[in-house]
T-cell receptor
Framework: DQQVKQNSPSLSVQEGRISILNCDYT??????FLWYKKYPAEGPTFLIS?????DKNEDGRFTVFLNKSAKHLSLHIVPSQPGDSAVYFC???????????FGGGTRLMVKP | EAGVAQSPRYKIIEKRQSVAFWCNPI?????LYWYQQILGQGPKLLIQ????????DSQLPKDRFSAERLKGVDSTLKIQPAKLEDSAVYLC??????????????FGAGTRLSVL
């Protein structure tokens, strides 16, 4: 039973355009959501997070949106750069930081 | 600041053999995690330590997997005996705070295990 799902295994975007990565979850206990980025042969690195009391969090070119009623979140990257090409994982935890559960990842390719 | 160190980077073994992985977390990080990442999937938590005590090992296959964190610093994860389905990348992560929302985990580069 996948509690965190990323339904798009891959996404290709032109440099300078917007990248939108989506994530759905099923567990109502999840209260905190994170995005991690992973380059080949490296471990995942933290990118941005959002608490369930918010519906938007922005950090530079990265914005995460949360729709709690739909149990859906998305990561927007504007403008996309070739260096953003990586695998992006959505993750969710309860409000104590426990039960951290990852989605299957979306491979983003930004073409110059 | 040094990151999470893991060794070895790669390991190839035959099924039914045993293998061990080592992790050195970021200095001062109290919480340490081991994840298993099978190709094409997201990381799955195997075990979480708070200092040298186990917080969560509900997804650790205890008949073959074991882990310890001596003195609340370094940790080892062992598989004995290995099965073909254990082929995966084993990631170690650490965080500064005890489990809490917003506690960022820092990951090592992982150990890629191939079981033949």
């Amino acid at each position: 039973d996948q509690q965190v799902k990323q339904n798009s295994p891959s996404l290709s975007v032109q440099e300078g355009r917007i990248s939108i990565l989506n994530c759905d979850y099923t567990n109502s206990m999840f209260d905190y959501f994170l995005w991690y980025k992973k380059y080949p042969a490296e471990g995942p690195t933290f990118l941005i997070s959002i608490s369930s009391i918010k519906d938007k969090n922005e950090d530079g070119r990265f914005t995460v949106f949360l729709n709690k009623s739909a149990k859906h979140l998305s990561l927007h990257i504007v403008p996309s750069q070739p260096g953003d090409s990586a695998v992006y994982f959505c993750a969710a935890s309860d409000n104590a930081g426990n039960m951290l559960t990852f989605g299957g990842g979306t491979r983003l390719m930004v073409k110059p | 600041e040094a990151g999470v160190a893991q060794s070895p980077r790669y390991k190839i073994i035959e099924k039914r053999q045993s293998v061990a992985f080592w992790c050195n977390p970021i200095s001062g990080h109290a919480t340490l995690y081991w994840y298993q990442q099978i190709l094409g999937q997201g990381p799955k938590l195997l075990i979480q330590f708070q200092n040298n005590g186990v917080v969560d090992d509900s997804q650790l296959p205890k008949d073959r997997f074991s882990a310890e964190r001596l003195k609340g610093v370094d940790s080892t994860l062992k598989i004995q005996p290995a099965k073909l389905e254990d082929s995966a990348v084993y990631l170690c992560a650490s965080s500064l705070n005890p489990a809490g929302a917003g506690s960022i985990q820092y990951f090592g580069a992982g150990t890629r295990l191939s079981v033949l």
